[in-house]
């Protein structure tokens, strides 16, 4: 329990969480997976000089359906982990790092090779990637994401996020090469490590 130390509550499914938090400043370490922990960042910290975003869910179909498991998992995921990053970059100091915690299960090679080469282009936007995802999601909705192209396994969701993530993040680090605090975003996979999730 981290808030007698000062800590906010954050809750990445929701952008008033989001929004909130992003109006009070000052963490060393938080834990961001509770409602409200973004809203006293500002009130903490005038800045912030390392983000470390490692929000995972890995839903099975069960007890929700496939698609509620999908949205769920995605929206954590990969629009979760956006909308803290997106509302914690303005608070990154000069030299701020941003690394992103990465899965073996978001690799190119569990989608068919049209989706490869869309995730994969240099010339990638936010906007690109967000199709894809929502792509994935019409295609669980309509029962036809194999045929999308999609990977058909227990973790398609989470892998789909976590890819989704990936691309994001390198037109996230081309972004930050023209911002002048010479921010550096990074990515790492830790291989499997026992967590609640595992």
Not at 80 to 88: E, F, N, P, Q, S
Not at 161 to 186: C, G, H, N, Q, Y
Request: hydrophobic share 40%; aromatic share 8%; charged share 25%.
């Amino acid at each position: 329990e981290l808030r007698p130390f000062g800590a906010v509550t954050l809750d990445t499914t929701s952008e008033d969480s989001v929004e909130e938090a992003k109006k009070q400043p000052t963490v060393t370490m938080a834990q961001l997976d509770d409602a409200g922990l973004l809203l006293q960042i500002k009130r903490l910290t005038p800045r912030i000089d390392v983000l470390i975003n490692n929000a995972g869910v890995a839903l099975r179909s069960e007890p929700f359906g496939l698609q509620k498991s999908a949205e769920l998992t995605v929206s954590t995921n990969y629009f979760g982990t956006k909308r803290v990053t997106k509302a914690l970059y303005p608070l990154l100091s000069d030299h701020g790092r941003i690394v992103n915690v990465c899965s073996y299960l978001g690799r190119l090679a569990e989608v068919s090779e049209p989706i490869q080469k869309r995730f994969s282009d240099p010339k990638a936007t936010e906007e690109s990637i967000d199709n894809l995802v929502e792509e994935f999601l019409t295609g669980v909705k309509e029962g036809d994401y194999k045929e999308r192209g999609f990977n058909d396994s227990m973790y398609s969701a989470y892998g789909l996020s976590k890819l989704a993530l990936i691309a994001w993040f390198k037109v996230l680090a081309r972004e930050a090469m023209a911002d002048p605090r010479k921010i550096l975003v990074t990515g790492c996979c830790p291989g499997w490590c026992m967590t609640d999730m595992s």
